[in-house]
């Protein structure tokens, strides 16, 4: 049962434009949700994170929506720049058990092409 | 600040046999997790050590074990390798981030390949 879905596993975007990378979640108790940007043979880089009790964050060219309700999040890239090339993933965790925050739950990734 | 560092960055076994992969968190980080990524279940999460205690673990079998030094410095272990052992394993170092979750960083990963 996957509880962090990315249902695109790709998507083609013309440089400039706006990328919009989507991600649900099923799991209720998550209430921190981070994007991580990998590149091929490279181990995931941290992007942007967003909390539950927010429901939008903005760092430079990326902004994270959360919309609780829905259990949902997108990633939005603008402008898409052709570095931005490579695979996204969506990831949340919440507090469980042991005392600590659980491992993070990732997507499957989507992979964005930025097209010149 | 130097990143996470993991070793070796590759490494071919054979069925049966077992292997240690070793993670170095960045500078101040006392937590580390480890993470096994194949292309089939994308990423998922093995453990994770806190202060030399396992915090939380994922659903993977005994044949996969770990531990971290006072030095947060932490290892891996899979024993009896199985093919689908083949995997990126990937470690990450946790700082609380400014709205107070955890942020990870991760490490560049230990590919290993079971022939």
């Known amino acids: 049962d996957q509880q962090v879905k990315q249902n695109s596993p790709s998507l083609s975007v013309q440089e400039g434009r706006i990328s919009i990378l989507n991600c649900d979640y099923t799991?209720?108790?998550?209430?921190?949700f981070l994007w991580y940007k990998k590149y091929p043979a490279e181990g995931p880089t941290f992007l942007i994170s967003?909390?539950?009790i927010k429901d939008k964050n903005e760092d430079g060219r990326f902004t994270v929506f959360l919309n609780k309700s829905a259990k949902h999040l997108s990633l939005h890239i603008v402008p898409s720049q052709p570095g931005d090339s490579a695979v996204y993933f969506c990831?949340?965790?919440?507090w469980g058990s042991g005392g600590g925050a659980d491992g993070l739950t990732f997507g499957k990734g989507t992979h964005l092409i930025i097209q010149p | 600040k130097a990143g996470v560092t993991q070793t070796p960055r590759y490494l071919i076994k054979t069925r049966g046999q077992q292997v240690t992969l070793s993670c170095s968190p960045i500078?101040?980080?006392?937590?580390v997790s480890w993470y096994q990524q194949t292309p089939g279940q994308g990423l998922q999460f093995l453990f994770e050590?806190?202060?030399?205690?396992?915090?939380n673990k994922g659903n993977f079998p005994g044949r996969f074990s770990g531990r971290q030094f006072s030095n947060s410095r932490s290892e891996m272990n899979v024993s009896t390798l199985e093919l689908g052992d083949s995997a990126l394993y990937l470690c990450?170092?946790?700082?609380?981030?400014?709205?107070?979750?955890?942020?990870?960083?991760f490490g560049p990963g230990t590919r290993l390949t079971v022939l």
């Open positions: 990450a170092s946790t700082t609380i981030s400014r709205q107070g979750g955890d942020e990870q960083f």
């Open positions: 500078s101040g980080h006392r937590s």
């Open positions: 050590y806190f202060s030399e205690t396992q915090r």
């Open positions: 799991n209720s108790m998550f209430d921190y």
């Open positions: 967003i909390s539950s």
């Open positions: 990831a949340a965790s919440g």
